[in-house]
């Protein structure tokens, strides 16, 4: 986090394995004999008695699990900055994802340059100046707490270590420093730069979370890192990053994401502008890819998955510790992954399933009983599995491991790749869906229920008035407990395995509640139609199966479709979406509904109402997932596939009338192009990845080319399809019937 201050710059640093102190497990040993109980009291309507009994022997207190914590500071103390800087700019150059602040001050232009560079693994900050020799600067690191603090590794660098809690890791961040012209030298625990032209200086961080000697690597990396030199390291970070950020363009009416103007524009007066009532769908495309660039810089093969603050927390006692919040925040992390072309970001979220395996296995065996593996609403660095905490309105929640096991699935759905179905997917989605099969209990209607169980993190209103949070079968359990099930049932049908537990899973599916109307006409957030505590709660859990699960589907089941609207309007009315992250679930719902009018109005409001200056989502606090859900929201806007037909511009709304999109994914493994004019499709590309029959769905009715050849067109009022070949790109035209203006122009 560069704060860009002139006389005494702070960065603010994370590494992301920094977490404090140990795991931590806590299953309560007395579950298994109480669980019949609580379940029987559950279903003979006694609330209180049951939920006193439920903390009693499920939540075990007090094992809060540990803060994800910051690193420290780099602190740079430029000598004989005085007075006030003129022609000042802050940016972060998405494309290349390179921070720069540039000034000038008593005539002298100083630059300073900033990244973090996967290719090198170390941060890089340049400095210069316009004068020669005219740069003096102090670089000291902030010490953490308790740490033992900083000193002289090297004549050019320092070096900092310690600990993170009694059994936490341990840390070491080293900082080295070269100049161009002048010296370098220390000075207790400063480096010292004089009279130089320009200098580098390079950081690197680590735990023994990844490395028995973290002090070595960092010396290590930099050693490397200073051989290569600023241009070379420059290089090389570019050509890394922007191979992945480069997959995707996205061109909104005025602009894509640089905007019409971005000097004279800067982000924060593009934000007032817009709460002010100014149009501005360059800067939806900005928000689209700033979401793709944090994910990229929070999320690569081989660190750890992004957490509520992904890797910008700047406190030891950050909100819900910064950790990993399952019950939405961690998955809606993830929405963007694959529309948005990272599918490589997604596995950070895949390693950390697989170490929270052995810690579920255990909680599923000795709280419940079962097989398989579980997880409640929270994990952290360690992969813990308990119930966390004794707040009963998110504590006793069994769903957290089945719902990221859906993002095994997705991984699958988008890429279609066979052996991460088969080696890393089909296995843990296999132990998640034995567990809930485990888990689940025949109700006295036949049905097969979760619980205890809640809806995250609402309360319910018995029919006596009684409020509750724990009940038996919520609807999201159903849900997400039908989504994964069918799930390992294409999966093990696909891989040509497991027939017999497909057989298990087939006959249990049938007696699985399915989402429900209730009185209002809304869908049914518990399996009674119970009337909610807080009708403008920022859940809308019940809503799982709209997005991001596919029960609910705009055109094939319209009675459901039209009760998820009525669902949401209701949540709105009584002041829901007020945290960013349940704004951003809002727009997805809308782009799945197909409106996008109403996505449009609810992204505005992402922007004008829960976003910081440098568009950060705002919880508040600043916590990350509304961008990552914002950025999904976008893409579910622009195209959608998640019921085996790719529907090309369902949600986009009038503001955005004319745009172009480039490297889009979908189910299937489809790259997606698409262009459009006065709100109507003109122009897209399909390329397809296997050979593999296309459905695509449009408002306008289209034509499918390969090359010039003619291949398809749509059926009246509905979709066109074909048989596509792999490594063939299929080009779709818009039928220009009706606009005469638009179709002169083509032609010429
Ligand atoms: C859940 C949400 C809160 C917050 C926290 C991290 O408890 O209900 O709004 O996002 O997670």
């Known amino acids: ?233 420059l290089a090389r970070h570019v050509r890394e990053y922007s191979a992945y950020y480069g997959r995707v363009e996205l061109e909104l009416g005025n602009g894509g994401e640089y905007g019409p103007d971005p000097v004279s524009l800067p982000t924060d007066v593009r934000l007032r502008k817009l709460r002010e009532g100014a149009e501005d769908p360059g800067l939806f495309a900005l928000y689209f890819q700033y979401g793709r660039y944090l994910l990229l810089s929070s999320s690569r093969p081989g660190t750890l998955a992004a957490n509520l603050q992904g890797i910008w927390n700047a406190s030891f006692t950050p909100p819900w510790e910064s950790k990993y919040t399952i019950n939405v925040n961690t998955q809606m992390n993830y929405w963007p992954a694959e529309p948005a072309g990272l599918p490589e970001c997604h596995e950070p979220l895949f390693d950390l399933l697989e170490r929270m395996l052995p810690a579920g296995r255990e909680t599923a065996s000795r709280l419940y009983g079962c097989r398989g593996f579980v997880a409640h609403h929270n994990t952290d660095l360690w992969g813990q599995t308990h119930v966390e905490g004794i707040l009963l309105s998110s504590s006793i929640w069994p769903m957290g491991a089945a719902w990221l096991c859906l993002h095994l699935w997705e991984h699958y759905r988008f890429g279609l790749d066979r052996s991460f179905l088969a080696r890393r997917a089909y296995p843990l989605m296999k132990e998640a869906a034995l567990f809930l099969l485990d888990y689940v209990t025949e109700d006295e209607r036949g049905r097969l229920v979760t619980g205890p169980s809640l809806s995250p993190e609402n309360r319910f209103v018995r029919p006596n008035g009684e409020t509750g949070t724990l009940c038996m079968g919520p609807s999201m359990d159903s849900q997400i407990v039908h989504a994964l099930w069918t799930a390992c049932i294409e999966a093990a049908r696909t891989l040509g395995l497991d027939d017999a537990f497909r057989g298990e899973l087939e006959t249990a599916l049938a007696k699985l509640p399915r989402p429900a109307v209730g009185k209002r006409g809304q869908i049914m957030e518990w399996l009674e139609d119970w009337d909610e505590a807080e009708p403008g709660h920022r859940h809308i859990s019940q809503l799982f199966a709209l997005h991001p699960g596919g029960q609910i589907h705009a055109r094939r089941t319209p009675e459901l479709a039209e009760a998820a609207r009525r669902t949401i309007v209701a949540r709105l009315a009584h002041g829901g979406g007020h945290t960013g992250w349940s704004r951003a679930w809002i727009v997805n719902f809308w782009a799945r509904l197909e409106e996008g009018e109403e996505a449009f109005k609810h992204l505005r409001r992402l922007l004008e109402t829960s976003s910081y200056p440098n568009l950060f989502d705002a919880h508040p606090p600043f916590q990350i997932d509304g961008n990552f859900g914002g950025a999904a929201g976008i893409a579910e806007m622009l195209l959608q596939s998640h019921a085996e037909e790719l529907v090309l511009l369902p949600a986009v709304p009038a503001v955005w009338s004319e745009g172009r999109a480039r490297g889009l994914r979908a189910r299937g493994g489809w790259t997606v192009d698409l262009a459009w004019k006065n709100g109507r499709l003109t122009e897209a590309a399909v390329a397809a990845a296997y050979d593999r029959r296309c459905t695509v769905r449009s408002a306008v009715p289209v034509a499918i080319y390969q090359e010039e050849t003619y291949v398809s067109e749509s059926k009246p009022g509905g979709e066109a399809e074909w048989q596509a070949e792999r490594g063939r790109t299929y080009r779709i035209v818009g039928s220009m019937q009706g606009d005469e203006t638009e179709r002169e122009e083509r032609c010429r």
Request: with cysteine; proline share 6%; aromatic share 6%.
């Open 1 to 233: 986090m560069v704060y860009g201050s002139v006389a005494a710059e702070k960065i603010q640093l994370n590494e992301d394995s920094l977490w404090h102190g140990g795991p931590n497990p806590g299953d309560n040993p007395a579950a298994p004999a109480h669980l019949p109980h609580i379940r029987s009291l559950l279903a003979q309507g006694k609330q209180g008695e049951a939920e006193h009994l439920a903390r009693m022997s499920l939540t075990s207190s007090p094992k809060y699990l540990q803060p994800y914590q910051p690193l420290g500071e780099l602190l740079i103390w430029m000598q004989g900055h005085q007075g006030t800087p003129v022609r000042y700019v802050r940016e972060l150059n998405l494309r290349d994802a390179v921070a720069s602040v540039n000034y000038t001050l008593g005539q002298v232009a100083y630059g300073r340059q900033y990244f973090s560079s996967a290719a090198d693994q170390v941060m890089v900050v340049r400095l210069t100046a316009g004068t020669k020799g005219g740069l003096t600067l102090g670089v000291n690191l902030m010490r953490r707490p308790f740490d033992p603090g900083t000193a002289a590794c090297a004549p050019d660098a320092i070096l900092m270590r310690g600990q993170c809690g009694p059994d936490g890791v341990r840390y070491a961040v080293a900082v080295q420093a070269v100049a161009e012209g002048g010296t370098v030298r220390t000075s207790g625990d400063f480096l010292s730069i004089e009279g130089a032209d320009a200098a580098m200086l390079l950081l690197a961080g680590n735990t023994t979370f990844r490395t028995p000697d973290p002090e070595s690597l960092c010396k290590e990396q930099l050693r490397r890192a200073s051989k290569r030199g600023y241009a070379s390291l």
